[in-house]
């Protein structure tokens, strides 16, 4: 096992690694900028280095100073987190290349799964259900408007280099097809500096559901069921379920050993997320996070399992300590994102927190760096707290959610709190009735 292990994040997430660290007896190191020299994972890690000023580009996703970092603290390893270089095909291969250890996929399958097209073509060829669509890369209108015919209005043009949603537009019909296309191509371009698109047909009310995989080094894959992911504002999720409230366990096991069958396959190796669009009963993957996902909890509160624990021992070259039968489903659980934000605007709302109280309980988890006295910086990704609940049905984790949301207080700043308190007392979403395009009906755009 490692001796030392460095966390490349900040935040909640930086700690929830930390409290797998110190569960496995292995020291932490803890990175941060100069506006996080009071943050709370730099308070509860073992060791810390400053890696450079406030902007991410300067310090969180600063390279060399991250592996000097580990070389003057002698860690072995480094997890990356979620977001700033969790997905960096490059980082990974110099961390490797240093003679460390990336807590994460080989570079190759965070390369592969970097390119959309690659990463359909490789899950379609190995029987994973995908949205009709071009094989490849469309190098001009003309092309997108034969292949549009084809499949049937509506499409969506999509960037090759995509995610968030940027670069990505929609015809209606052939009279919108030339111009979404230049669109596309040209928002593409700007944001990613590939301008390589493809085309889907649209789907225009699904659900977005992602399956939680894991693999070891020795070619055992397992899946950790779903996660409905549908409730999203400008592709900022808010909240997050397992199961998914649509989803039968029949449905969840042949989407699983579908799914492990094909990473099996490919050799893919630590934890992966793949996503789907969940329409009319029908699945189809869209793409693969080759990293542990922000919603991770909600997955490991019904089946009882630390993620960030196994992607520590699987780097490390241990094999998975369970097979799929393993595996049980237990309950339901539901994750609320807690920003830093106006509840109405969305405004960010950094500041400092002058009274912090955290719910408790059976049932209850509290993913936060947050303490009373902490300035929540303006530098970074508003997220502050992750409440997590488990019980056994959806109606009680829903009251349970309730509970939970009345007694977390955060003075000081504006939360999004009482935003889930709406979205929790809504009908519809305790039916279980609800698209991706739900939240932004509910909170007016
Ligand atoms: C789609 C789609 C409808 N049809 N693909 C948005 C970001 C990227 N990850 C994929 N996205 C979508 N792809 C087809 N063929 C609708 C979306 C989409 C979406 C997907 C997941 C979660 C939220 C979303 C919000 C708007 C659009």
New binding site residues.
């Given amino acids: 096992m490692f001796q030392k292990i460095l966390i490349a994040n900040r935040g909640e997430i930086a700690l929830r690694i930390q409290r797998a660290c110190r569960e496995l007896g292995i020291p932490t190191v803890a990175v941060h900028s100069t506006a996080d020299a009071e943050a709370m994972h730099v308070r509860l890690a073992d060791e810390s280095v400053c890696i450079g000023p406030p902007a991410a580009k300067d310090s969180y996703l600063n390279i060399p100073a991250i592996l000097s970092a580990a070389a003057i603290t002698g860690a072995e390893a480094i997890h990356p987190g979620y977001g700033f270089l969790a997905e960096h095909a490059g980082f990974a291969d110099m961390v490797e290349a240093h003679g460390l250890t990336f807590i994460g996929p080989s570079a190759a399958h965070i390369r592969m799964m970097g390119d959309k097209i690659a990463a359909k073509a490789a899950m379609g060829k190995l029987g994973v259900p995908l ?1 009709p ?1 071009s094989d490849g890369v469309v190098p001009d209108a003309a092309k997108a408007r034969k292949l549009a015919e084809r499949i049937g209005y509506p499409v ?1 043009i ?1 960037a090759v280099a ?4 940027r670069g ?1 537009k929609v015809a209606r019909d052939a009279g919108e097809l030339d111009e979404a296309f230049t669109v596309a191509r040209t928002e593409a371009r700007a944001a990613f500096g590939n301008d390589a698109v493809y085309l ?4 225009d009310h ?1 659900r ?1 559901i992602e399956l939680q995989v894991f693999a070891d080094a020795h070619g055992s894959v397992v899946h950790f069921g779903e996660r409905d ?2 409730l ?1 504002r400008r ?1 900022q999720k808010l909240l997050e379920e397992a199961g998914s409230p649509a989803l039968t366990a029949r449905e969840r096991a042949a989407l699983g050993e579908t799914a492990v069958n094909a990473l099996a396959q490919v050799g893919y190796r630590n934890a992966g997320t793949l ?1 789907f ?1 969940y329409q009319d009963g029908q699945f ?1 993957f ?2 693969m996070n080759t990293r542990l996902q922000v919603e991770h909890p909600v997955t490991e509160m019904v089946c009882g399992v630390d993620l960030v624990r196994e992607q520590i021992r699987v780097a490390a070259g241990a094999p998975l300590g369970f097979t799929q039968s393993d595996v049980v489903f237990s309950g339901h659980a539901i994750e609320c994102r807690i920003t830093a934000e106006d509840p109405v605007t969305f405004a960010p709302t950094p500041g400092r927190v002058t009274a912090y109280h955290a719910p408790g309980g059976l049932g209850v988890r509290v993913d936060s760096a947050l303490y009373a006295g902490y300035f929540v910086p303006p530098y970074y990704d508003s997220l502050v707290a992750k409440l997590i609940v488990h019980a056994p049905t959806r109606g009680d984790a829903i009251n349970r959610l309730r509970r939970a949301l009345d007694e977390f207080a955060v003075v000081g700043i504006q939360t999004t709190i009482p935003l889930h308190r709406r979205i929790v007392d809504d009908g519809a979403f305790q039916a279980g009735e609800y698209s ?1 395009h739900w939240l932004e009906g509910f909170v007016g755009g």
């Fill in positions: 949205v669509g969506l999509k995509g995610g968030g949603g990505m889907e047909k649209y789907l699904p977005h992911c549908s999203q592709h996503e669009l189809a869209i793409e991706i």
